[in-house]
């Protein structure tokens, strides 16, 4: 037997401590303004030029934020790194601050991709999302593939896309295989991030709830944690690691 398996499914209120707003919340940004959604999703992103050069401008402006990951980030990294327990992350988040708390990359499965990498539509290469944002400051707008021509955008998975089948199916193997799961930062009414906890609960998973608001889990949950995301959780795993 290896070490127990800790899994954490994270959503945007495990970031916003970083600056990062939460698109969807109650005050959004896509909320607030419909339009902003467009940028954002596929069809529109595919059929307009217009859209995509103001998809890129969206990033680049959020980009230079300079965020950096927060003290939820490192716990779970420090966790992973004290070697008390297998740590799997489940993020619905696009913006790589669990990678740059120091957690390994193949312990971090992106549901809805990232923001880090850019991809093409024609041909499937790949790229730092760093070096579109170089070409947008040469005064490109709209940079297309350099190897084919194509549309290049984030290896995001945006709205009207479908989620990767092989990282859902490795999230719910750890979904199913971990003794704790903890859902942070995340309102649990949205798939796939429900259909994980029901997994994990199935299958005897202790749930740690820890969220601003109420969730539909609640009262499945085995501890359900209202403070805030950056001081509850360090002490939750600090709890965790001498128990
Ligand atoms: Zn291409």
Redesign the pocket.
Known sequence: MGKPLVAFLTGAGISTDSGIPDYRGPSGLWTRNPEHEKLVTYSYYMADAQIRRQSWQMRRDLWTAGVVPNAAHRAIAELESSGVAAVRVLTQNIDGLHQDAGLPSRKVLELHGTSRFVT?V??G?RGPVAEVFARLDAGETDPA?L??G?ILKTATVMFGEALDASVLSEAAAIAKACIVMFAVGTSLQVYPAAGLVDLAVDAGARLVIVNASPTPYDEMAAEVVREPIGTALPRLLRELAVA
Do not use: D, T
């Open positions: 093409c024609s041909c290469s593939c190897p084919c194509g």
